[in-house]
């Protein structure tokens, strides 16, 4: 079936230091989602990319679309404190009528101040 | 109204309980998800409601039982629990279409003793 994989699986840094994590699909997507999970929070939507090569930027977090459809990144420059959670990155089933999203197993970030 | 609540934020309940989980949106969303997420892992679809009707069920176990009264409610009715079944149980809902992001309640903290 359709499986989003994402590495790595975890992320340390220290502050100031730039993070990325990236996401890879085994089929071509229609749009991915970006979810950021505080530690004992809930997800929360960051972003939705959905053209072949698209760029996003909210303040330090660079998004990328692959060209192909099928990978997408999400890179962070000079982590903050508050950069602390578990990224996740999410597909929507590619079957007809469905509303299933099927999520990447996320990569948790922790930063050193 | 961006919100999605979810009540009660923490249960612990009995293997021989009978206990509901309550979700409620009114964001005019009409897919709605039930959602189980064990620590460090990403949420596990558990069952789909677009336009009330269930639309996917994962193979869950009959002792829960979702409900869709309307489409700003959504339930989780739950019964003869295992401890394995202790979890984070996360309601979400979106626009149906596969263009569109989820929005993630805060979710119930269930224990099952």
């Known amino acids: 079936g359709q499986q989003v994989m994402q590495i790595p699986q975890y992320q340390h840094v220290q502050e100031g230091e730039d993070f990325t994590t990236y996401c890879n699909s085994s089929?071509?997507?229609?749009?991915i989602q970006w979810y950021k999970q505080r530690p004992g929070g809930h997800p929360v939507f960051l972003i939705q990319?959905?053209?072949?090569?698209e760029v996003k930027k909210q303040k330090r977090l660079t998004f990328q679309f692959g060209e192909a459809k099928k990978n997408s990144s999400l890179h962070i420059t000079a982590t903050q404190t508050t950069d602390v959670g578990t990224y996740f990155c999410?597909?929507?089933?590619?079957?007809?009528?469905?509303?299933?999203?099927?999520f990447g197993k996320g990569t948790k970030l922790t930063v050193n101040p | 109204d961006t919100e999605v609540t979810q009540t009660p934020k923490h249960l612990v309940m009995g293997m021989t309980n009978k206990k509901s989980l309550k979700c409620e949106q009114h964001?005019?969303?009409?897919?709605m998800y039930w959602y189980k997420q064990k620590a460090k892992k990403p949420p596990e679809l558990m069952f789909v409601?677009?336009?009330?009707?269930?639309?996917i069920n994962e193979s869950v176990p009959s002792r829960f039982s979702p409900e869709c009264p309307n489409s700003s409610l959504l339930n989780l009715h739950l019964h003869a629990l295992q401890p394995e079944d202790s979890a984070l149980y996360l309601c979400?809902?979106?626009?149906?279409?596969?263009?569109?992001?989820?929005?993630f309640g805060p979710g119930t903290r269930l224990t099952v003793t």
């Open positions: 990319l959905v053209k072949s090569g």
């Open positions: 409601y677009s336009y009330e009707k269930l639309s």
């Open positions: 999410a597909g929507p089933l590619e079957k007809g009528g469905s509303e299933k999203l099927v």
């Open positions: 979400a809902s979106k626009l149906t279409g596969l263009s569109y992001e989820q929005y």
């Open positions: 964001m005019g969303h009409r897919a």
């Open positions: 089929t071509t997507l229609s749009n």
